[in-house]
């Protein structure tokens, strides 16, 4: 009878072993997919915020998309390392080339022709105080990339310039975006206003900075 | 009363600050080797040092020169010996030399941050340099040359 008895509780054994290596599996892949969400969503403590909202993020994030990908964003952010020009995106004149810190090389540095403020006149330099392309090190490409592409770069902190959410949401309002609607004569602005791409892109930030599928 | 600091001497200038430097240099201070060329910084005639970057003096304003240093083409070596300069003489670089200024100033900058600059590195820095002679080539050997020179040359 004995015998018997620990012959039970040696066929229960595993089947306890089972359950509880499941649970275990259970809780392992629910704490992965959380924090997979979590990472596309951002690096702070606020992406556990309860009024994210995937739908209405995606949304907001492709009336942002339009903005940056307009040349007055887009033109500073190249796929190669010339800065570009114009509505067509042509490489800028001059063989302009961004450097290491993104404020070109030698004597063809933004800043030589660029000053803290616009130049006055149809097609001149345009100018603010940090004008510049991102760096060698991060280049943060806007060209050819696609919505699903840019917003996730965007919320990747080891690709958008190591900001989180707040310093996203801080970004939008500097002066070089700003710059991006004041560009002076001769130059088409962004198709939204300065104040509704501020809505659009806290939006699509504070609702959980969700990308559109691919 | 805006106060620079001209190759190494002290100016105050009553001028409209929003006057640019191009002017200052050349019609209130009467120093006429920086020259105008596109005045919208395209050509980069007007190039000259401030606080050591070649910048267009025909866009930048006398308020952002305020209080800092600016070097042009009469200050770039107390004895016109720079090795951009002597180069220069020796193998007839300019033409009409009216943009020349200019491309000594820029290729100073490149020479200072890159030693030894490849054709490339020089491509890179003067492209922003307009020269209607077309004299690209020379300046091209002409900067090769210098970088030589400097190597043991010692600027007065």
């Known amino acids: ?206 609702k959980g900075g969700y990308a559109p599928g691919k | 009363m805006i106060s620079l600091n001209i190759n190494q001497k002290p100016y105050q200038v009553d001028v409209d600050p929003n006057m640019p430097l191009l002017w200052v240099i050349r019609d209130v201070i009467g120093l006429t080797g920086t020259k105008y060329g596109c005045g919208v910084a395209q050509c980069g005639a007007c190039t000259v040092h401030l606080n050591g970057e070649a910048v267009r003096s025909c866009v930048t304003k006398v308020s952002r020169a305020n209080g800092q240093k600016i070097v042009t083409i009469e200050g770039l070596s107390e004895n016109n010996d720079h090795p951009l300069q002597l180069t220069w003489q020796k193998i007839d670089v300019p033409q009409c030399g009216y943009c020349h200024s200019g491309q000594i100033m820029s290729a100073a900058v490149l020479l200072r941050e890159n030693p030894n600059p490849t054709d490339k590195d020089i491509d890179e820095a003067m492209s922003g340099n307009i020269c209607r002679c077309g004299t690209y080539l020379r300046i091209r050997k002409g900067i090769h040359m210098a970088a030589e020179m400097q190597k043991t040359h010692t600027i007065s």
């Open chain 1, 1 to 206: 009878m004995k015998q018997q008895s620990e012959t039970k509780w040696h066929l229960l054994f595993p089947l306890k072993t089972m359950i509880a290596m499941a649970v275990i599996l259970l809780a392992i892949s629910m704490t992965f997919a959380f924090r997979s969400r979590t990472q596309i969503a951002g690096n702070t403590k606020s992406d556990n915020a309860i009024n994210t909202d995937s739908v209405e993020s995606v949304k907001a994030f492709m009336q942002v998309y339009k903005v940056l990908m307009s040349p007055a964003c887009m033109n500073c952010h190249p796929a190669g390392d010339a800065p570009l020009q114009g509505l067509d995106g042509h490489p800028h004149t001059m063989n302009v080339k961004r450097g290491k810190d993104g404020t070109g090389l030698y004597a063809v540095k933004c800043s030589n022709c660029h000053q803290p403020q616009n130049t006055p006149g149809l097609h001149t330099p345009p100018g603010s105080p940090d004008w510049q392309l991102p760096p060698e090190n991060m280049k943060m490409i806007f060209q050819g990339r696609t919505p699903h592409q840019l917003a996730l770069q965007l919320m990747n902190y080891n690709q958008n310039g190591h900001k989180n959410k707040v310093q996203l949401i801080a970004h939008a309002r500097t002066a070089l975006v700003k710059k991006g609607w004041d560009l002076g004569e001769g130059r088409i602005q962004p198709p939204m206003s300065y104040s509704a791409f501020v809505s659009v892109w806290d939006e699509w930030i504070n």
